[in-house]
């Protein structure tokens, strides 16, 4: 085990052990100050960016992780800069009181907030993360160890480097660590840093399946986090065309890229203008459809008899690898279709297939629209909306460290809320458990809760 690695540990359990202890004040001053200085620097930021877009091309990246590479497409480093201020904004996570209880006069039990301690999160290709998951971690009072992609790097120091300058620069007036967040580089320093649960008290990877089985299988340390995006959206019998043409668009072509846009679509082929909704996700959207044989005899029917069928149509329309694609994130503008008779049916397949991370449905009924949304083993299940808005940002965290599969602690979009669990406090005036019933005293516990509103501490 590597004594580097021990001493990065040992210093940010160190540094958390502070930073919980500053006030939500100066937590949310130095991510104003963090902010302002990622702005000064955004030529510098822009530069080491253009070195990393260069170097993923020549070394034949991935498309859809060159897509999360360039941090300058559109409005992707504005919005990270206001993902910054948005956190610092939001409410302090930390020390909120969850429940009060009388547990005898002048003997109080409250559970409060706290942080989890020590993060580690490890991410591929998408450089803005490091400042999501700063901004997070400051605001929630934990200690941050993060690991860029190598695909990244020059993006990575260049944000890690102003950061750190930021924090050393404001620490004696926040009382803010250094160690508070520190960088690491090499996949050797993850694999050391994985044994170090005396310290680390949660992992989050961000990336492919591979790197979040990998580390599933490495450590010791609570992990949170998703392998794969596989959404599913349901297009039941009473569905409305506008709405199941807007929202197919949408969930598969806004960013085929990430991990909320959907890879599957379940169609009830009572739905009689299901093909309408299809002709437009390949010829607006320009997507490959991978479908059954029924659907695709039935789709060229359909396309036949409105004198639509084309050479477009039969090159974007391919045969489903049913054994594979509905098991598959595709991360392209590529989708598995297929018929499902009942929402009974659909909701069957979701959970057999899904990975657990965002599916909706698309009706006008109420009941099968509940149906759906009571059966969904997912984390994140709607109705009549895109899988696109399965986002931290898009739900108010300000930003995400995250999205979680699990069932345990946090699940779906991980904002401040994921990055608190909770201590038990007793405040009293000296009584001892002897005294009371249970431990050979007499006494009687009165157990009465308390009116959280008339609480401060």
Not at 120 to 141: M, W, Y
Not at 316 to 323: A, G, K, S, W, Y
Request: charged residues 25%.
């Amino acid at each position: 085990m590597s004594t580097t690695s021990e001493s990065i540990a040992r210093t940010a359990r160190q540094a958390g052990n502070v930073l919980k202890t500053i006030s939500n004040e100066e937590r949310s001053k130095l991510l104003y100050k963090i902010h302002d200085g990622l702005k000064a620097n955004a030529e510098l930021i822009r530069k080491a960016n253009i070195l990393d877009l260069e170097n993923a091309k020549k070394n034949g990246l991935a498309d859809s992780l060159f897509k999360r590479l360039d941090l300058f497409k559109g409005d992707k480093f504005d919005t990270m800069l206001q993902g910054v201020k948005d956190v610092a904004d939001l409410e302090d996570p930390v020390g909120k009181v969850k429940l009060a209880r009388e547990l005898d006069e002048g003997l109080t039990l409250y559970q409060i907030t706290a942080p989890v301690g020590v993060l580690l999160v490890i991410f591929e290709s998408r450089p803005e993360v490091i400042a999501n998951i700063t901004s997070l971690s400051i605001k929630s009072g934990n200690a941050a160890i993060l690991k860029g992609g190598k695909e990244s790097i020059n993006t990575f120091r260049e944000i890690s480097d102003i950061i750190k300058r930021v924090i050393s620069e404001n620490e004696k007036i926040t009382g803010i660590p250094q160690g508070a967040i520190q960088l690491i580089e090499t996949r050797q320093d993850v694999s050391d840093l994985l044994c170090q649960d005396d310290y680390i008290d949660l992992v989050v990877p961000r990336g492919s399946n591979a790197l979040v089985k990998q580390i599933k299988s490495s450590t010791k340390i609570p992990v949170l986090g998703h392998a794969d995006g596989i959404c599913s959206i349901y297009v039941d019998e009473d569905a409305d065309l506008e709405k199941a043409e807007r929202i197919l668009l949408d969930a598969k072509t806004s960013y085929p890229a990430g991990c909320n846009a959907v890879e599957t679509i379940l169609i009830n082929p009572k739905f009689s203008k299901w093909w309408i909704a299809l002709e437009s996700l390949s010829r607006k959207g320009n997507v490959v459809l991978h479908v059954t044989d029924d659907l695709k005899d039935a789709f060229f029917h359909e396309l036949d008899k409105a004198g639509r069928m084309d050479g477009f149509i039969k090159e974007h329309t391919v045969d489903v690898n049913e054994e594979v694609d509905f098991d598959k994130e595709f991360l392209s503008l590529d989708c598995a279709v297929k018929f499902v008779s009942t929402v009974n049916e659909a909701v069957n397949h979701i959970n057999e297939h899904s990975s657990k991370h965002t599916d909706a449905i698309i009706t006008e009924n109420e009941e099968h629209a509940e149906y759906f949304l009571k059966g969904i083993d997912s984390s994140g299940v709607y109705w009549n909306a895109s899988t696109r808005f399965a986002d931290g940002f898009r739900y108010g965290f300000g930003t995400e460290v995250g999205i979680s599969t699990s069932k345990i602690h946090a699940r779906g979009p991980v904002g401040l809320d994921g990055l608190v669990t909770y201590q038990y406090q007793i405040r009293g005036q000296g009584q001892i458990a002897s005294d009371y019933i249970g431990s050979g005293g007499k006494k009687a516990f009165i157990h009465k809760d308390i009116d959280l509103s008339k609480v401060s501490l």
